[in-house]
């Protein structure tokens, strides 16, 4: 698969070592749809420190076939620069993304994100922090177009640095001594020579002596939970109950800051999973997350293509005559479609709503 849009150069970024670097993107694309379309950014993991914006996962391709492009996220990595460097990077392809909408043929209302592990973390941080100033960064320029996005997918995100030891259960266990100054955390963050780390950093919470008042406001600027608010985008956060890199209670601390708010927010917890694969079920229920919210279908788009026209027709026949050939042929539309008067039948009750939408469309 070639993208459309292969190696874009969004801008130079600088690195800690006095350097720079160059963000790139590559845009996929959907097969499917007319006009300008939804997109989501994947976004890639590695523990903030490793890993590749060409890491294009098989769990988000299917969205391709829904009627949403793809963009992947390139982002300084934190032995380029430390944090805030990476959600700055985020935030500038979105702008970018925003700027460029007619060159793209994207739809600059319907922007989303998805991530996993680090990528996560900055899927969620994305989605929190819309009023966060000292978050948006200058990377790519387009200053005057907004970052925020209107739906996004964390899977097995960090979200509390400072807690993610606390969070540890037994079992699972963890591989990982998120304090230890080696730790990723703590070198996200630039506080990782022998002797310092994330554990330091809490233990000098309120000390204002350089450098701990400069770095415990790092870690709490990169706290996805401490953004949250009641503007936030809706939110699938997907874990694995046996992760031994990012403890579950890190999701189930998301969650309990943005449920109360009222956000839509979904957590599942995937039991037997680790750190990676989620599963065929879960990877289908965050597709189904992200095109519910991004592209909204009217009942009679029976084939899932943002559209509705005649190549709907003989699927909706199909879908009335026999429901369980229609449900093979199109597997990754769900059962509201063709079911007009939500009795979740699909009926001759239901000729007449598809006959008028199909007109009017």
Same mark, same amino acid.
């Given at each position: 698969?070639?993208?459309?849009?292969?190696?874009?150069?969004?801008?130079?970024?600088?690195?800690?070592?006095?350097?720079?670097?160059?963000?790139?993107?590559?845009?996929?694309?959907?097969?499917?749809?007319?006009?300008?379309?939804?997109?989501?950014?994947?976004?890639?993991?590695?523990?903030?420190?490793?890993?590749?914006?060409?890491?294009?996962?098989?769990?988000?391709?299917?969205?391709?076939?829904?009627?949403?492009?793809?963009?992947?996220?390139?982002?300084?990595?934190?032995?380029?620069?430390?944090?805030?460097?990476?959600?700055?990077?985020?935030?500038?392809?979105?702008?970018?993304?925003?700027?460029?909408?007619?060159?793209?043929?994207?739809?600059?209302?319907?922007?989303?994100?998805?991530?996993?592990?680090?990528?996560?973390?900055?899927?969620?941080?994305?989605?929190?922090?819309?009023?966060?100033?000292?978050?948006?960064?200058?990377?790519?320029?387009?200053?005057?177009?907004?970052?925020?996005?209107?739906?996004?997918?964390?899977?097995?995100?960090?979200?509390?640095?400072?807690?993610?030891?606390?969070?540890?259960?037994?079992?699972?266990?963890?591989?990982?001594?998120?304090? /230890?100054? $080696?730790?990723?955390?703590?070198?996200?963050?630039?506080?990782?020579? *022998? #002797?310092? @780390?994330? &554990?330091? =950093?809490?233990?000098?919470?309120?000390?204002?002596?350089?450098?701990?008042?400069?770095?415990?406001?790092?870690?709490?600027?990169?706290?996805?939970?401490?953004?949250?608010?009641?503007?936030?985008?809706?939110?699938?956060?997907?874990?694995?109950?046996?992760?031994?890199?990012?403890?579950?209670?890190?999701?189930?601390?998301?969650?309990? /800051?943005? $449920?109360?708010?009222?956000?839509?927010?979904?957590?599942?917890?995937? *039991? #037997?999973? @680790?750190? &990676?694969? =989620?599963?065929?079920?879960?990877?289908?229920?965050?597709?189904?997350?992200?095109?519910?919210?991004?592209?909204?279908?009217?009942?009679?788009?029976?084939?899932?293509?943002?559209?509705?026209?005649?190549?709907?027709?003989?699927?909706?026949?199909?879908?009335?005559?026999?429901?369980?050939?229609?449900?093979?042929?199109?597997?990754?539309?769900?059962?509201?479609?063709?079911?007009?008067?939500?009795?979740?039948?699909?009926?001759?009750?239901?000729?007449? &709503?598809?006959?008028?939408?199909?007109?009017?469309?």
């Amino acid at each position: 698969m070639t993208a459309p849009f292969d190696d874009v150069e969004i801008g130079l970024v600088p690195t800690d070592d006095g350097g720079t670097y160059e963000l790139h993107t590559d845009i996929y694309w959907a097969t499917v749809g007319e006009g300008p379309r939804p997109v989501v950014l994947w976004i890639h993991g590695g523990g903030w420190q490793s890993g590749s914006y060409q890491n294009f996962a098989q769990a988000a391709r299917p969205l391709l076939s829904r009627g949403i492009h793809i963009a992947l996220t390139d982002y300084r990595l934190s032995g380029q620069a430390i944090f805030p460097a990476q959600i700055h990077d985020v935030k500038g392809l979105v702008r970018h993304l925003r700027a460029n909408a007619v060159m793209y043929n994207i739809d600059p209302d319907r922007i989303g994100a998805w991530g996993t592990s680090a990528g996560g973390h900055l899927t969620a941080l994305l989605a929190t922090s819309g009023n966060a100033v000292q978050l948006e960064g200058a990377s790519g320029g387009n200053s005057t177009f907004s970052s925020r996005i209107q739906a996004g997918v964390d899977f097995f995100g960090p979200t509390d640095l400072f807690q993610m030891n606390a969070d540890v259960t037994d079992p699972p266990g963890s591989g990982i001594n998120h304090d /230890a100054f $080696n730790s990723p955390e703590s070198r996200l963050v630039g506080f990782d020579a *022998p #002797g310092e @780390g994330i &554990g330091v =950093l809490r233990d000098n919470i309120g000390n204002p002596n350089p450098p701990f008042a400069e770095k415990v406001n790092l870690v709490f600027l990169a706290n996805t939970d401490a953004h949250a608010s009641v503007d936030d985008p809706p939110l699938f956060i997907g874990h694995g109950l046996d992760d031994r890199s990012v403890p579950f209670l890190q999701s189930v601390r998301l969650f309990n /800051a943005l $449920n109360p708010l009222g956000v839509d927010v979904t957590l599942r917890p995937v *039991p #037997g999973a @680790g750190h &990676g694969a =989620l599963g065929a079920e879960t990877d289908e229920q965050a597709r189904e997350f992200l095109v519910r919210r991004l592209l909204p279908r009217t009942a009679a788009d029976m084939n899932c293509d943002g559209d509705v026209n005649a190549a709907d027709i003989p699927l909706f026949t199909l879908a009335l005559l026999r429901p369980g050939v229609y449900s093979v042929v199109q597997p990754a539309c769900n059962s509201t479609n063709g079911d007009f008067n939500e009795d979740f039948e699909i009926d001759g009750r239901d000729v007449s &709503g598809f006959i008028e939408q199909l007109l009017n469309m």
